[in-house]
């Protein structure tokens, strides 16, 4: 089977994009890979994300994410992706558990965080070393722990652990931040947190677990040891790109090049998220990029297939078998499933009037905008869809649908 779309990874340019693909009639597969909701399930707290006015932790958002883009036709799909053929089309996907072959392909596979590459770091990673404050957080209760970087993730995540642990270092090599204001400003207050500038972490040391820290100061040259039980590192990223083997052009420090659209040097491949270059690196950004790429891809499949509307089956096609539908909608609640699985190429052809009749009322695809709502009335009037006036037209050219199968 060829898939129309296949979006690789599950973070929230991920699933942004396949919640606009879902609801493009594209069903997703999305392949989630490793880490379900990506960096986004590492952050504890999400204030800046809009529409919640609290803050939301990163795996709950990653579940809402996840149900909404399920509850569009999004298969997901818990596999990782080890290599791809972008050389032949449909392209190939390769996963450990199959081969796939796809129309088109968005890459969101984001960023993992970068080593310090230090003596110990890899001997003590899950041993004390860790790049994950919500995961591992907890097991520091009243302990010292060392958080190294300046930026968003170090200085949130230093006031995170400032919960379970006694005192928290922020070892950062220069000597301002660079979070935003507002973050700098809680965690210059929180008396827990004691700043160590200008400063390098250069080795690790301990026996069975992390037990204390070489560090250096970048100015002065001058060595000394910080005494933790546990080291939480946060100095930036590294993108996720190597299992594309240089099908794909990327930049210099391994980013996606795309244009402002989402497209990479392959047509048909798209890009979204932290993956790609000059990304913002937030969730709001991977979101949008998410969408972009998604409403691109079904452009790029759509044209591919020579048809504004792509030769693509719909599983629910309604309209009024029955001349009182107004009737069905109204008091039944139900809808009518007139046609299913029937080409929309061949639906056109069928029945151009009604068909004409669903267009000029905004039902692009003929009835799906109010499918995913149980309560049809409900979903027609949160798409706007006038159902009086569409009936009223609708009427007018009933004997065409009727008999239809
Ligand atoms: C600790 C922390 C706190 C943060 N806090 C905030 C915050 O408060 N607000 C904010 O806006 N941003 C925050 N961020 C940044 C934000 O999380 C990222 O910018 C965002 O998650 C990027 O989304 P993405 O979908 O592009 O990539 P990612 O979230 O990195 O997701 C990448 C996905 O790709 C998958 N993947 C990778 N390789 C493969 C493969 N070979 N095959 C299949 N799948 C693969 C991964 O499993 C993952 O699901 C934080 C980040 C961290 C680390």
Request: aromatic letters at 8%.
């Amino acid at each position: 089977m060829v898939e129309d779309l296949i979006i690789i990874g599950s973070g929230p340019a991920g699933f942004a994009a396949s919640i606009y693909a879902g609801r493009a009639q594209l069903s997703p597969l999305l392949i989630t890979g490793s880490a379900l909701g990506g960096q986004m399930a590492l952050a504890n707290e999400i204030e800046n994300y809009p529409g919640f006015l609290e803050a939301i932790n990163g795996q709950e958002l990653t579940q809402l994410m996840q149900r909404q883009a399920e509850r569009f036709g999004t298969r997901v799909e818990m596999d990782e992706v080890t290599g791809v053929d972008f050389s032949v089309h449909p392209f190939k996907v390769k996963t450990y558990a199959q081969e796939h072959e796809a129309k088109a392909v968005i890459i969101s596979t984001g960023a993992s965080s970068r080593k310090l590459g230090v003596p110990g770091e890899e001997e003590f990673t899950g041993r004390g070393v860790s790049y994950c404050a919500t995961c591992d957080g907890f097991f520091y209760q009243n302990r010292t722990v060392i958080v190294v970087g300046g930026g968003d993730s170090a200085v949130e995540e230093a006031m995170f652990l400032t919960k379970y642990a006694s005192k928290v270092y922020l070892v950062h090599r220069r000597n301002r931040l660079r979070a935003e204001k507002v973050t700098q400003e809680r965690a210059f207050r929180n008396e827990k947190i004691e700043w160590v500038w200008d400063s390098v972490v250069t080795e690790i040391l301990g026996d069975q677990g992390v037990a204390q820290a070489r560090i250096r100061n970048v100015k002065t040259d001058e060595e000394f040891f910080l005494k933790a039980d546990g080291i939480f590192i946060y100095i930036g990223n590294v993108p996720n790109t190597q299992f594309l083997n240089g099908q794909v052009e990327l930049n210099e420090r391994g980013y996606i090049v795309t244009d402002r659209k989402c497209h990479t040097s392959v047509p048909g491949v798209f890009a979204a998220g932290d993956v790609q270059e000059w990304s913002l690196q937030q969730i709001a950004t991977a979101v949008g990029s998410g969408a972009m790429a998604a409403m691109e891809a079904d452009k790029f499949i759509a044209e591919l297939e020579g048809t504004t509307y792509p030769e693509r089956t719909y599983s629910h096609v309604y309209w009024g078998k029955s001349p009182d539908l107004t009737k069905s909608l109204k008091e039944d609640n139900k809808v009518m499933v007139i046609t299913k699985d029937m080409p929309i190429g061949q639906i056109v052809q069928k029945y151009p009037k009604t068909v004409e009749v669903f267009l000029r009322h905004g039902l692009m695809c003929f009835g799906c905008a109010i499918a995913q709502y149980e309560d049809v009335e409900q979903g027609a009037i949160a798409h706007g869809i006038d159902i009086e006036a569409l009936m009223k037209d609708l009427n007018a050219v009933v004997p065409e649908a009727a008999g239809s199968e």
